[in-house]
């Protein structure tokens, strides 16, 4: 028996997807010796629906297969996209639990999620299917797990960037560098995207 691979699963609507994703994606692959980690993006996530438009999948798509072009380790994954409907994160891993039978699964989350995971859905089977990667984040340091869940903590840089003001500076003419790669401002400039709206 060979050693099993190390997947971490990083979610999110990656709209759009910036340095501050990709830091914690570097860091908790590192931090938990992860061989690589899929950043899933979300077709419909359930905790954002009505709340504000979001740009179409395909294009929250584009922007982080540009973001990770070239990153050893990390790789973008349209996995909720094909499956289409809600995201639910129980959903992907069980999915990814059959697809890639030789690998432990890691579901990578910032300690401000961690703090809401008594209101997912299907709770107890993340338990069953995948560790748990805490990323601390700006106000919710300390936040882990409830009783029952196999987790470690890495820390990563505390870079305070939004995605919500991202777009407010697409929209406003702000510059964008540093804040995203310059394939996803390119992206982001070729598709029009935040010109309008939220």
Not at 18 to 23: P, R, S
Not at 82 to 107: I, N
Not at 130 to 138: E, F, H, K, M, S
Request: proline residues 6%; aromatic residues 6%.
């Amino acid at each position: 028996m060979g050693r099993r691979e190390r997947v971490g699963i990083f979610g999110g609507t990656f709209d759009p997807p910036h340095v501050g994703h990709l830091v914690a994606a570097l860091n908790a692959r590192h931090g938990a010796r992860l061989d690589r980690v899929l950043l899933v993006v979300a077709n419909e996530p359930w905790q954002k629906l009505g709340v504000r438009d979001l740009s179409p999948a395909a294009d929250r798509l584009a922007m982080v297969d540009a973001a990770v072009d070239g990153v050893e380790g990390l790789a973008a994954s349209d996995i909720e996209i094909r499956r289409g409907g809600r995201s639910y994160t129980a959903d992907t891993l069980a999915q990814l639990h059959d697809e890639l039978p030789g690998a432990d699964l890691f579901l990578i989350l910032g300690s401000d999620a961690v703090a809401g995971l008594p209101t997912w859905e299907h709770t107890e089977r993340l338990k069953e299917l995948a560790d748990i990667v805490v990323v601390d984040r700006p106000g919710t340091e300390g936040a882990r797990p409830p009783e029952g869940y196999r987790y470690e903590v890495v820390e990563v840089p505390q870079l305070e960037i939004s995605s919500t003001d991202i777009r407010a500076r697409v929209r406003d003419g702000r510059p964008l560098d540093y804040l995203l790669p310059r394939d996803v401002i390119a992206c982001v400039l070729g598709r029009g995207l935040y010109r309008d709206g939220a």
